[in-house]
Each structure stands twice: as C-alpha cells, then as structure tokens.
C-alpha cells in the first residue's frame, strides 16, 4: 500500500485544510498530515502549513477509513440494541474491531447489524468533530462506565478533549475520520468474539465485532477472496491433514507435539539455519531452561515479561523462572572468560525454546504457542562493529528469504523509543543533584525512582545511548540503501529495533526478522573486553533472530506453499507405491536405495488397490509419488508423478540423481 503523496501544498490560515484541497483541484481527500500530524480536513490552521492530502488507497488514509467504520459499526449497534454500551473501536492491519458490553451476538443479527451499517453508509451522514470540557465529556457520557474511564485516564482536569457525531451518533475520540459515512459503503462484518474489560479476566465480558472497509467494492471482494482461501489453507486444518503436529489440551494445552513428519519439516528449518550460522560466523550454544528469577530480574525481563513467566518456588525456598527468553543463557557463556577486542566479534547463536504464558482465549495453534523456538542469536561486539555486523544480519534475512520464499516483498521499520513514555524502557536517568548516572527502568507510572547515591528523586532521562543505537541501526539501512519506515515507541523495552515484514503468497504481510541494539543488558551483567590500552572498555549486545520463532514461521509456510512444500523441506518427497502386489520386492528395492542416497521414502506395503492408497496419501502432500508394476521392473525405470500430475518415466539412477539436484539446491519448484 502507497504512502501518502509526498508532493505537499500550503494550506492558508483561517481556512479549513478542505477549502485549500478543492482550491487546489484535489479531490477525494479523506484527511491530511499537517505538520507529520494527521487531521480532519474539516480542521482549520491558525497559520499557513504545508500539507499532504490522504486519500483511502493509502495506508493512512485505510486506518481513517476502519476507524470510522469502526464507529459506524458502534451506530447500528446502539440503533439495533440501545443498552448496548461500547468500550473502544481501533482500526486494525486488516480492518477494525468495535468491543461493545452487550448480549452475545449470532451470525443472523451479525448479517442484521451489517445491513443497517450499509443503511447508514447510504444516508451519507455528516461526520462532525466537536470540543468539549472534561466536564461536559463526563455529562455526556455518565451513562457509559468504558467510556468514564477512558475520559478519565486522557482528559485532564480542566482539560478539552474531542468527540464525533454522526447523526444521533457520538463517540468519544482523537480521530480523524472520514468527512462522512457515504465514504464506507464497502464492508463487510466478518466474526464475532468475546473479550474482557483491559484483557482482566476479572473485569466484564464483551462482545467483539471485528470486520473491514475498503475504498471500493473491487478491493472488498479481492479480500474476501483471499480470506477464504487463507481458511482453506489454516495451518492447523493442513497440519492435520499431513499429520505434522498434535495439540492436546488436557495434557499440555497451548504445547505443540511434533509427529515424525513435522520434526522433519522443522528439523530441515533448523539445518538450513545451522548452515547459514556457519558461513556468518555464529557459533552455536545450547542453554538451560530454567533459571533462577534473580537472572531474569538482572536481565530485566521480569519486569517486562512476568505476568507471561511460569514460575515456580523449590523446597528450599528458591524462586525459578522457566526462560521467556534466550539472552541471559547466551550471556553466562560470554562471560566465563575474558575477551580481548581482537577476539570480537563473539556471536552465538541457538534454537532455543522459550515459553511463555498465553491466556486461553489467546492461544492459537502455531502462531501463538505457549512454547516455541526461536532461532536465536546474540551479538557481542564492539562499538566500531555494530553497522557491519547489522548489514551482514540483513544480508542473512535476505538469502533466508529468496532461498525458502523465493523472492517475496520485504519491508523494513525502524522501532524507536517513544521519549514521551521513558516508563515503558530500560534507559539510563541522572541525578541533577549529585550527577549520578544509572540505568532503570519505571514497572509503573506511579513508581518513583530515586538516585542510588544521594536517593534524591530529582532525576532526568538520558536519551544518548538510545539516539547513539537509533543512529547505527538507520545508518545501516541507509548504506543498504533500504527504505525504511520509522515507528516510535515500538522499540524493544532495552533498545531500538530493525523489523522485517514479509508478504506471503496470499498478499499478507508478517513481521518475521528482528535486529535489536542493546546497549543496557551487558551493563547489568558487567560484560567488557579488553581493549588496545589493556582497559576494560563497554560490550555492546546485538539480539537478532530471522526465522522468528520455528512455529509461527512454519504455520506461514504452511499457509503460503498449502503445504506442498518445496521437496527439500518436505516431509514425504517420495512416496513408493506397486501396481499390484506383484511388484513389491521391486517398489521395496526402489524405496530402500531411494533411503540410501539419503531422500524421504514412504513406501506402501497394504493391501489396500493402487488408487486407494494414493488417494489416501494425497493428504499428506508428498512430493513426488512413484508408481512400479511389470514394466518398470524389467527396464529399471520408475514411473514419476509430481504435484501437478505430469507424469515422467526414468531410470532410477536418473530420477534419483535429478532428486538429489533438486533437493541440494533448494528449488522451489519441481523440476521433474
């Protein structure tokens, strides 16, 4: 999706941004950035700025069009079921959701509650934005508690926030949104779910309404399409059908079993990963699964990571932490001797399981496990080493790409720390009274640190090593000649972060690779190298990982390939099966040297006719099936039939030498 148009124009004072659009001959504007700011065209400047129109086929201009959706959604709710109350409607990558406290909704009042959304879209109402008091905003909605707190916790007192109307309609909101409800005449309601209050298991159920808007029609059912042919493809219902995984949720909900056929698929991931670590000189470790909590107090995921921790206390009163994360097992290795800064970098790297605790109702098969793997890898280097070692982690993700995905659209963000929030981050704060530095990090708004030394509370940030990482990861970028989109406060709580997006055969877009600076985790764990004067001089830690985690990344080949991998990586890339049972010494001896120059051979020795047995293992999406009978016993050939059913008749050694061709070089199509 294109960004909004970089060509800017001047929007005079004292006359809405909509006045200057049309002066200008601009139409279709749904909003505008002012000043990097996004605004409702209606919005009158008090001084003359430089604007960008925002049109729907943006993405921005796609966020304002959900979110007002999102509210549309809200009015014919309401319209439908007065007691209903809403709580909050954002836009999503794909749509928007509204959670409301009402009744549980089925699909018939779903298709009802659409249908009075298009009713509405039709009328082409104004959408409004007023000012009001704090006051008059408590007045206005003392009916609704979610909305009570929401005022509350962003209004100040005294203070003036925003609303919008739309007919009888008003929602408490910052927007912007569309100029009116004609713009979102193509949606479509898509499931209903249930969610509590701030996600408290203790606070009220609601009811949440997720579904999409788009410009057109056109775009709409190009969505729905491919939406239904992502649910045809759902990794769990593959999985199953190919018998490479198995969740029980009596004996371990939330942890995936890997059948021999999925160990397959996840162990050729994890080779070809070991592979691509050798050639980029990381060198592989393996770690504990449990430490003890100080470690992950130290580290500073405790604070960040413990209400998703399994924790648990020994007899002998100590407290353990099952490892959310990999880095402090890489950094214990580190630092068991001392490193020279000729001997750096050190990288090492791990398949390293992790777990984490995942609400019930947020599990959801690989993509969002209680335990996974990840392809971990932990940098450390000195400061002169961080740029190449990032470009050399960016030229892994790409070769991991093009080799396993072909040549698939990337897209890299810039996460950067959001300085209006230094609570959410590990940073490091001064005291103005004695001049103390020290990193910490607030676990809460109302914490109030205090200098180590003096114990004086008159601290201020640091935001140096933060801007001196920000810089190295953008710098390496820009020498990469990458474009970039920079999003602030979506860093790591220890650093900034480069993430990289990948879109799928379905046109989906997966945040995947990660490279983070970390400047504070070394710190707390007292990591240096000898440098050239024989000083200890400061480790600074790179946290990267490609893959992501091995699950998430296999459910999206999964869905991308409909599980008709490429036969290096498929779990059955040959499958054995004799004309008759006439043939099965020969279908065995073609199995057994198929085993021998290393390929997967199945081999069906049942009773079951030819036909059955192959439409039985269709499922299972093998990669090639080789049928033998009278003729290819006396010729020493095979019958061979790819996925497309082309079907070749070849020596043995001739298939077997074309096999192992493909399979050496990681085709991703069937060249037989």
Same mark, same amino acid.
């Given at each position: 999706?294109?960004?909004?148009?970089?060509?800017?124009?001047?929007?005079?004072?004292?006359?809405?941004?909509?006045?200057?659009?049309?002066?200008?001959?601009?139409?279709?504007?749904?909003?505008?950035?002012?000043?990097?700011?996004?605004?409702?065209?209606?919005?009158?400047?008090?001084?003359?700025?430089?604007?960008?129109?925002?049109?729907?086929?943006?993405?921005?201009?796609?966020?304002?069009?959900?979110?007002?959706?999102?509210?549309?959604?809200?009015?014919?709710?309401?319209?439908?079921?007065?007691?209903?109350?809403?709580?909050?409607?954002?836009?999503?990558?794909?749509?928007?959701?509204?959670?409301?406290?009402?009744?549980?909704?089925?699909?018939?009042?779903?298709?009802?509650?659409?249908?009075?959304?298009?009713?509405?879209?039709?009328?082409?109402?104004?959408?409004?934005?007023?000012?009001?008091?704090?006051?008059?905003?408590?007045?206005?909605?003392?009916?609704?508690?979610?909305?009570?707190?929401?005022?509350?916790?962003?209004?100040?007192?005294?203070?003036?926030?925003?609303?919008?109307?739309?007919?009888?309609?008003?929602?408490?909101?910052?927007?912007?949104?569309?100029?009116?409800?004609?713009?979102?005449?193509?949606?479509?309601?898509?499931?209903?779910?249930?969610?509590?209050?701030?996600?408290?298991?203790?606070?009220?159920?609601?009811?949440?309404?997720?579904?999409?808007?788009?410009?057109?029609?056109?775009?709409?059912?190009?969505?729905?399409?491919?939406?239904?042919?992502?649910?045809?493809?759902?990794?769990?219902?593959?999985?199953?059908?190919?018998?490479?995984?198995?969740?029980?949720?009596?004996?371990?909900?939330?942890?995936?079993?890997?059948?021999?056929?999925?160990?397959?698929?996840?162990?050729?991931?994890?080779?070809?990963?070991?592979?691509?670590?050798?050639?980029?000189?990381?060198?592989?470790?393996?770690?504990?699964?449990?430490?003890?909590?100080?470690?992950?107090?130290?580290?500073?995921?405790?604070?960040?990571?413990?209400?998703?921790?399994?924790?648990?206390?020994?007899?002998?009163?100590?407290?353990?932490?099952?490892?959310?994360?990999?880095?402090?097992?890489?950094?214990?290795?580190?630092?068991?001797?001392?490193?020279?800064?000729?001997?750096?970098?050190?990288?090492?790297?791990?398949?390293?399981?992790?777990?984490?605790?995942?609400?019930?109702?947020?599990?959801?098969?690989?993509?969002?496990?209680?335990?996974?793997?990840?392809?971990?890898?932990?940098?450390?280097?000195?400061?002169?080493?961080?740029?190449?070692?990032?470009?050399?982690?960016?030229?892994?993700?790409?070769?991991?790409?093009?080799?396993?995905?072909?040549?698939?659209?990337?897209?890299?963000?810039?996460?950067?720390?959001?300085?209006?929030?230094?609570?959410?981050?590990?940073?490091?704060?001064?005291?103005?009274?004695?001049?103390?530095?020290?990193?910490?990090?607030?676990?809460?708004?109302?914490?109030?640190?205090?200098?180590?030394?003096?114990?004086?509370?008159?601290?201020?940030?640091?935001?140096?090593?933060?801007?001196?990482?920000?810089?190295?990861?953008?710098?390496?970028?820009?020498?990469?000649?990458?474009?970039?989109?920079?999003?602030?406060?979506?860093?790591?709580?220890?650093?900034?972060?480069?993430?990289?997006?990948?879109?799928?055969?379905?046109?989906?877009?997966?945040?995947?690779?990660?490279?983070?600076?970390?400047?504070?985790?070394?710190?707390?764990?007292?990591?240096?190298?000898?440098?050239?004067?024989?000083?200890?001089?400061?480790?600074?830690?790179?946290?990267?990982?490609?893959?992501?985690?091995?699950?998430?990344?296999?459910?999206?080949?999964? +869905?991308?390939?409909?599980? /008709?991998?490429? #036969?290096?990586?498929?779990?059955?890339?040959? =499958?054995? @099966?004799? $004309?008759? %049972? *006439?043939?099965?010494?020969?279908?065995?001896?073609?199995?057994?040297?198929?085993?021998?120059?290393?390929?997967?051979?199945?081999?069906?020795?049942?009773? +079951?006719?030819?036909?059955? /047995?192959?439409? #039985?293992?269709?499922?299972?999406?093998?990669? =090639?099936? @080789?049928? $033998?009978? %009278? *003729?290819?016993?006396?010729?020493?050939?095979?019958?061979?039939?790819?996925?497309?059913?082309?079907?070749?008749?070849?020596?043995?050694?001739?298939?077997?030498?074309?096999?192992?061709?493909?399979?050496?070089?990681?085709?991703?199509?069937?060249?037989?």
């Amino acid at each position: 999706m294109p960004k909004a148009e970089e060509n800017k124009l001047v929007a005079k004072a004292n006359r809405t941004f909509e006045e200057s659009l049309k002066e200008a001959g601009i139409k279709g504007a749904v909003a505008v950035i002012a000043d990097g700011v996004e605004m409702d065209i209606r919005d009158t400047p008090t001084a003359d700025v430089k604007i960008q129109p925002v049109f729907t086929e943006t993405t921005e201009g796609l966020k304002v069009l959900r979110h007002s959706a999102a509210h549309l959604l809200a009015e014919a709710v309401l319209e439908l079921y007065p007691d209903a109350r809403p709580n909050a409607g954002p836009p999503t990558e794909d749509g928007f959701y509204y959670d409301i406290d009402m009744k549980p909704v089925n699909q018939e009042e779903l298709e009802q509650i659409e249908g009075r959304m298009k009713a509405l879209a039709a009328k082409n109402l104004r959408i409004e934005k007023h000012r009001l008091s704090k006051k008059d905003l408590l007045e206005r909605f003392s009916h609704n508690p979610y909305k009570i707190d929401k005022i509350m916790d962003n209004v100040e007192d005294n203070g003036y926030s925003t609303v919008y109307s739309q007919g009888e309609f008003v929602d408490f909101c910052k927007g912007p949104h569309v100029p009116s409800t004609g713009f979102l005449r193509s949606i479509k309601l898509l499931t209903v779910a249930s969610t509590h209050y701030k996600a408290d298991e203790n606070r009220p159920m609601l009811v949440r309404i997720y579904g999409t808007a788009f410009p057109d029609d056109k775009s709409l059912k190009e969505f729905l399409h491919n939406r239904e042919e992502a649910m045809k493809r759902d990794h769990r219902k593959i999985g199953q059908e190919m018998d490479l995984l198995v969740f029980n949720s009596e004996w371990a909900p939330g942890f995936p079993f890997y059948t021999p056929n999925g160990f397959t698929l996840k162990q050729e991931l994890t080779n070809f990963m070991r592979s691509l670590n050798t050639l980029h000189g990381w060198q592989e470790v393996a770690t504990p699964h449990i430490f003890k909590d100080l470690i992950w107090k130290q580290s500073g995921h405790y604070a960040k990571y413990k209400p998703n921790m399994f924790l648990f206390t020994l007899p002998d009163g100590d407290n353990y932490g099952v490892k959310p994360m990999n880095c402090p097992g890489h950094v214990a290795i580190f630092a068991r001797e001392p490193k020279s800064y000729k001997e750096l970098p050190v990288k090492y790297s791990e398949p390293g399981t992790v777990y984490r605790y995942e609400k019930s109702g947020e599990m959801g098969g690989l993509t969002r496990p209680r335990m996974f793997t990840v392809d971990d890898g932990h940098a450390f280097l000195r400061l002169d080493q961080i740029i190449s070692e990032i470009k050399d982690i960016i030229s892994m993700i790409k070769e991991t790409y093009s080799t396993i995905l072909g040549e698939p659209s990337l897209t890299f963000d810039l996460s950067v720390i959001d300085k209006e929030a230094p609570e959410n981050y590990l940073i490091t704060y001064r005291c103005r009274d004695c001049g103390t530095e020290a990193e910490a990090r607030k676990t809460s708004m109302a914490e109030e640190l205090s200098c180590p030394n003096c114990s004086s509370r008159n601290l201020e940030p640091d935001f140096t090593t933060w801007d001196q990482a920000t810089d190295q990861l953008r710098q390496a970028l820009d020498e990469e000649e990458i474009s970039y989109t920079e999003n602030p406060g979506e860093a790591a709580f220890y650093g900034p972060k480069i993430d990289v997006h990948v879109r799928d055969a379905l046109g989906r877009s997966w945040q995947l690779s990660t490279i983070q600076v970390d400047f504070f985790m070394p710190t707390n764990f007292g990591l240096y190298y000898i440098n050239s004067e024989s000083k200890h001089d400061r480790v600074i830690m790179l946290h990267r990982a490609i893959f992501g985690s091995y699950e998430r990344f296999m459910a999206i080949l999964i +869905e991308n390939y409909a599980g /008709k991998f490429p #036969t290096w990586m498929s779990p059955i890339q040959v =499958y054995v @099966v004799p $004309v008759s %049972e *006439k043939f099965q010494d020969y279908a065995k001896n073609v199995h057994e040297e198929l085993l021998r120059n290393e390929i997967r051979s199945t081999f069906d020795n049942s009773q +079951e006719t030819m036909n059955k /047995k192959i439409k #039985t293992i269709r499922p299972r999406r093998p990669s =090639y099936i @080789v049928v $033998v009978g %009278e *003729k290819e016993e006396e010729s020493g050939t095979v019958s061979v039939r790819n996925r497309s059913n082309k079907q070749n008749v070849l020596k043995l050694d001739e298939f077997i030498a074309s096999l192992k061709s493909e399979i050496k070089g990681r085709v991703i199509d069937q060249t037989i």
